[in-house]
């Protein structure tokens, strides 16, 4: 959301919340108005940071290729490489590379995720 857009709608909000506080027919206390208010407010401030920060709002991480660690038949073995990539699962585990953490998603059918890079905490 643009910040002219935000600000604009942040002083139609205020405008309301002023002339409703002083009509008692909206059946809304001064303080539940504020606290609107201030809810909105905030969430309009989330929604500047997000718009003038894109660069700290990154996507998650991609999912691996993991067709290419599973193995062409069950009965194949497959070895992963003795590489230190760590790896935080959805599940709550941390698998030493993505080749571990592709195998077990396949040998035990898991619905499971990256939830990001590095140990889970």
Request: glycine share 4%; hydrophobic share 30%; proline share 9%.
């Amino acid at each position: 959301m643009p910040l002219e857009q935000t600000h604009a709608n942040h002083s139609a909000m205020q405008a309301a919340c002023a002339s409703a506080a002083h009509d008692p027919g909206h059946g809304l206390t001064e303080q539940q108005l504020f606290s609107t208010l201030a809810v909105t407010s905030k969430w309009l401030q989330q929604a500047d940071v997000q718009s003038l920060h894109p660069e700290i709002f990154k996507p998650r991480r991609p999912e691996p290729p993991c067709e290419m660690y599973n193995p062409p038949h069950p009965s194949y073995e497959v070895s992963c490489p003795n590489i230190t990539a760590y790896i935080c699962a959805t599940n709550g585990l941390t698998y030493q590379n993505e080749c571990f953490y592709c195998l077990d998603k396949w040998e035990f059918d898991l619905d499971i995720k990256v939830k990001k890079d590095g140990k889970c905490s």
